[in-house]
């Protein structure tokens, strides 16, 4: 999923630096050549010669690479599960002496090596997730890969400052957005997503390293481990958190957009980082497999980012006719709202995971409207705050107060519940 969005930003990067009607926007962006396909005056012979046409042929050879390294990376990534024995080869007396030495070199004092023992703050699992390489190296190539994408949409959107086109209203340059609001989006919901799929992995990576049974018979309260891992990912992800608020910052101070707008645009964005965090976290803890918690978490966000628009997209196409129109507002509220409380409260279900999943989906509908209309940006900023504050709380709270995990990675039939001082098995399971 996330090379996915990768594709659909590096076309909306394309169209920003070369316009709407680039074909290299098209041949990248899968939307795009949708739209273009789909549109009532394109035939063959357009279709062929232009954007969409390209884009069959790169996403060709994109899937044939993808299937070609899958395919000869398969064993490697997926080795066989059945133990071969093998007979031991017979040992010679020149390797026996060898080991024979190795081993009294070992039992030699002077060859103790004693490494000092590193101090610890008062929060392991803060220290951890800062101190170490918790995430592994791979997070150096994720850093590395989000950093040339803001470099390269900062680009974009600097040159549109200094042409004066982001200064423009919408309806004067034949859009519905302004300039820098698709190539800002995307930056946002790349951010989200990443900041997101990090959060997920602290707890995975926990339960999968076999540390949270290890973790629940000390002394560590819920709260250390809650506030340990959610300030851990926001450390991890710095990069993904600071740059596009810079970027914001950017635009409020060349007069893009106001400062009021600006301060509004920041406040907001902190608040969907916390929840994305915390969306991670919870996931992490409530769903047995790594992967299954992933997807939900995933999900979750692309549900309320991505959906939602879409959505929307749907609804302003039947403009006109509001019997067309119900069917997609009906399956965004209701349906959108019953898979987000089957995603968030499948395990530990509460009337406010409730009340926040069916609130969630309203509350993004109205912000994108408002801010389509450019219209009551305080009250854009106080329903956002307000909702994704609230579902965050949902989610932490029962976090605080006791530990509720399962410890096995591949079986969903024991779990651990405990408050912090002494582990305790729930009625019907083992401990």
């Excluded at 795009?32 to 549109?39: D, G, K, M, Y």
């Excluded at 063959?44 to 042929?57: E, I, K, Q, R």
């Excluded at 004067?172 to 997920?200: E, H, K, M, Q, Y």
């Excluded at 096995?408 to 651990?416: A, M």
Aim: hydrophobic share 55%; glycine share 8%; aromatic share 10%.
């Amino acid at each position: 999923m996330l090379v996915l969005l990768l594709l659909v930003a590096a076309g909306e990067i394309a169209a920003s630096m070369f316009g709407d009607d680039s074909k290299w926007a098209m041949a990248i962006s899968a939307p795009r050549a949708l739209l273009a396909a789909t549109n009532a005056d394109a035939g063959w012979s357009a279709f062929l010669t232009d954007g969409g046409g390209l884009f069959v042929l790169v996403g060709s050879i994109l899937s044939a690479v993808i299937l070609g390294i899958g395919i000869a990376k398969v064993r490697v990534w997926n080795p066989s599960r059945e133990v071969r024995m093998k007979a031991p080869e017979a040992e010679t007396s020149e390797e026996f002496e060898s080991e024979a030495f190795q081993r009294d070199r070992e039992k030699d004092p002077e060859s103790w090596k004693v490494r000092q023992p590193r101090p610890v703050w008062d929060n392991p699992i803060l220290w951890r997730e800062i101190r170490t390489w918790a995430y592994g190296r791979k997070i150096i190539l994720i850093r590395a890969v989000f950093v040339l994408i803001f470099a390269i949409i900062a680009t974009a959107v600097y040159l549109q400052v200094e042409s004066g086109v982001a200064m423009e209203p919408a309806g004067r340059i034949g859009r519905a957005l302004p300039a820098v609001t698709i190539p800002v989006a995307v930056l946002g919901v790349i951010s989200l997503v990443l900041v997101n799929a990090l959060a997920v992995n602290a707890v995975t990576g926990e339960r999968d390293g076999l540390a949270l049974d290890l973790l629940l018979v000390t002394d560590l309260r819920p709260s250390e481990f809650v506030f340990g891992k959610l300030w851990g990912v926001m450390y991890a992800a710095k990069e993904m958190i600071i740059l596009p608020m810079l970027l914001t910052i950017y635009l409020g101070l060349s007069g893009v957009m106001t400062i009021e707008n600006m301060v509004y645009t920041l406040l907001g964005g902190f608040a969907l980082i916390v929840f994305v965090s915390m969306l991670g976290i919870h996931s992490g803890l409530n769903y047995v497999s790594g992967r299954t918690a992933t997807l939900a978490s995933l999900g979750t966000v692309f549900f309320l980012c991505v959906g939602i628009a879409i959505c929307m997209t749907i609804m302003v196409s039947f403009r006109g006719a509001f019997q067309l129109q119900l069917a997609p507002f009906l399956v965004m509220i209701l349906g959108g709202g019953l898979a987000l409380f089957a995603a968030l409260g499948w395990r530990n279900p509460s009337s406010a995971i409730f009340a926040a999943s069916f609130a969630l989906p309203l509350i993004t509908f109205y912000a994108i409207t408002q801010f389509l209309l450019q219209t009551d940006h305080l009250w854009v900023v106080f329903s956002l705050l307000a909702g994704y504050g609230f579902t965050t709380a949902a989610m932490m709270i029962p976090a605080l107060s006791e530990f509720d995990v399962s410890l096995e990675p591949d079986r969903g039939n024991e779990t651990t519940r405990t408050t912090g001082d002494s582990p305790e098995a729930l009625p019907g399971t083992t401990n």
